[in-house]
């Protein structure tokens, strides 16, 4: 496995990407954006040849996710694997006709890959936060890939440093599950069908992974019980605005007239 951290002087999000060797068949999880590209390119050599890639495999469709996905479709034969939700947005992302028979529909419900000698298992991971959202679990690592699901705001090497002890490591993840996960009721039913898994690591698109037992298993208690997304809201979230943006600073000030 190998991953890639970028980011650019604070303007860019800390993005995750995985590259998955099973004999010859290799697999990246969540390419990103045109950032990640060069530097991913290059690491990914190192390792496999570009030419024998298989797979480009999307949690879901956010620019953080497959914005570089053209210059991947230049220079690999790999096919795009999404669900279809987002199937049909893809070629937004590419020249005109650059993805025609390349791209690999997920339904709602799952698939498991075939990856060299064995099978990637791509798992439903509905408004979590995107719809259409896909998770990658791995049996041989077991390692399951939770795209923005434990995401952590973390940044340079500390996003490589596995977490063994979550009550430390959460006040860096609330606000942002709080914001971008759907609802309690979606984390609640993802855990029921975690807990089936074994897995040694949660491995998130951005920031840290969680390593062991105790760890994910503190993980699976406190995201069960978050309230997040639409729990938090009510009509004050929707309410017609009264600041007006100043375009010299892009600074939100108060209107006075």
């Known amino acids: 496995m190998f991953s890639n951290l970028i980011e650019e ?26 950032l990640a590209y060069n530097e991913l ?10 030419q024998k890639l298989s797979y480009l495999i999307a949690s879901h469709a956010d620019p953080d996710i497959i914005a570089s996905l053209d ?24 020249k005109v006709g650059k993805t025609e ?8 419900c799952g698939a498991r890959l075939p990856l060299g000698r064995h099978d990637l298992w ?3 991971a509905h408004f979590m936060h995107s719809e259409g959202n896909l998770q990658f679990y791995d049996p041989i690592s077991r390692i399951l890939f939770t795209g923005d699901l434990g995401v952590s705001m973390v940044s ?10 979550l009550a430390a490591h959460i006040p860096l993840m609330e606000g942002f599950h709080r914001r971008y996960m759907v609802s309690n009721k979606i984390l609640r039913l993802w855990v029921h069908m975690a807990r089936q898994l074994d897995i040694s690591m949660l491995v998130p698109q951005h920031g840290s992974p969680i390593l062991g037992k105790p760890a994910i298993d503190d ?3 406190w995201i069960e019980n978050l309230m997040c997304g639409i ?9 017609l605005p009264t600041e007006e943006v100043d375009p010299v600073t892009r600074q939100m000030r108060t209107a006075t007239r």
């Not at 028979?101 to 709602?108: A, S, V």
């Open 9 to 34: 002087d604070g303007h860019a999000v800390q993005a995750n990407q995985f590259l998955i060797v099973d004999d010859d068949t290799g697999a990246i999880i969540d390419p990103g954006g045109n």
């Open 41 to 50: 390119y290059m690491g990914m050599i190192k390792h496999f040849p570009p």
């Open 71 to 94: 210059r991947w479709l230049s220079s690999t034969q790999a096919l795009l694997v999404i669900s279809r939700v987002w199937e049909r947005f893809a070629p937004h992302l590419t």
């Open 101 to 108: 028979n390349r791209i690999i529909g997920i339904p709602d």
């Open 122 to 124: 791509l798992l439903p």
């Open 156 to 165: 340079g090497t500390q996003a490589g440093k596995p977490v063994t002890d």
């Open 219 to 221: 993980f699976f208690n």
């Open 231 to 239: 729990d938090l809201f009510d009509q004050r979230s929707y309410q």
